[in-house]
Structures are given as structure tokens and as C-alpha cells.
């Protein structure tokens, strides 16, 4: 039994539905975002829309007992609070950590749509850039 078919059993199939649905497409639209940041007039646009995307997935996912998933949008959540003070755009150490953070999430959107069980995280996630430079 794979993580959709875990869903479906313990919680109402509405609930399931609307979450899948809007995952993809947050899913979908965290790339652009990403780049954005590193566009000094799309910066502070993008990173509230991505701290927002981060902070829904974070708590549809703990309310959904995707634990592993709720625990990376709660860290990146949290670097993206950090960025939220910073006025200047990310530089590519940044980029480059945040559009691998999107591929973790868009494999778990593929795991849930083959009813897999949720990919391990990349541990090398969890190595922050310098955000300051």
C-alpha cells in the first residue's frame, strides 16, 4: 500500500483531493518562483509567494501525516522567513539549494500520484547556503 492508498483509507476523499490538487499546483509553480528571486524587481514578490506556498504545504502535510514532507517545508519555511528580511536577490548557492528542494517535493508529487511510498529526503537538503552573500 502506497502513500495515496494510505491517504484514502484514513481520511475523507475530499480532503485527499483537495490537497493533491492544490500540491501540484504549488508544486508546479515553485520553479519560476525560485528563479524569480535572483530578479531584484520580482524578489520580494516571489519570496512572500514561495514563504506562503511552503507554509500551506507545511500544514496540509503535518495535518496529513506526511511527516517527511511536512518537515522540509518547515525548514525551508523557515530559510525563507530568513530571506524575507533580505532586500537583494538570492545569489546562486541559494538557487541552486531551493530548486533542488522543489525536486524533492515534485518527486513526492509523483510518488503520490503512482501510490508509492514517499521517497527518502536528500539529507544534503539540509545544508543551508550562505545566504548572505
Known amino acids: 500500500m502506497g502513500v495515496r492508498s494510505d491517504l484514502d483509507a484514513n481520511f475523507d476523499f475530499e480532503i485527499v483531493d483537495e490537497f493533491l490538487d492544490h500540491y501540484s499546483m504549488m508544486v508546479e509553480s515553485m520553479e519560476i518562483m525560485i528563479i524569480d528571486?535572483?530578479?531584484a524587481n520580482m524578489y520580494e514578490r516571489?519570496?512572500?509567494?514561495?514563504?506562503?506556498?511552503?507554509?500551506?504545504i507545511k500544514s496540509a502535510s503535518a495535518y496529513l501525516k506526511l511527516t517527511p514532507m511536512s518537515k522540509l517545508a518547515s525548514f525551508v519555511e523557515d530559510e525563507l522567513e530568513a530571506l524575507r528580511n533580505v532586500?537583494?536577490?538570492?545569489?546562486?548557492?541559494?538557487?541552486?539549494?531551493?530548486?533542488?528542494?522543489s525536486d524533492m517535493f515534485a518527486t513526492w508529487q509523483e510518488d503520490l500520484k503512482m501510490d508509492n511510498t514517499l521517497s527518502k529526503i536528500n539529507f544534503s537538503?539540509?545544508?543551508?547556503?550562505?545566504?548572505?552573500?
Not at 90 to 100: K, M
Open 46 to 56: 516571489s519570496v512572500n509567494e514561495l514563504f506562503r506556498v511552503f507554509h500551506n
Open 125 to 133: 537538503l539540509f545544508n543551508i547556503p550562505d545566504l548572505d552573500k
Open 87 to 101: 532586500s537583494h536577490p538570492i545569489n546562486e548557492e541559494t538557487t541552486n539549494w531551493l530548486l533542488q528542494v
Open 37 to 39: 528571486l535572483s530578479k
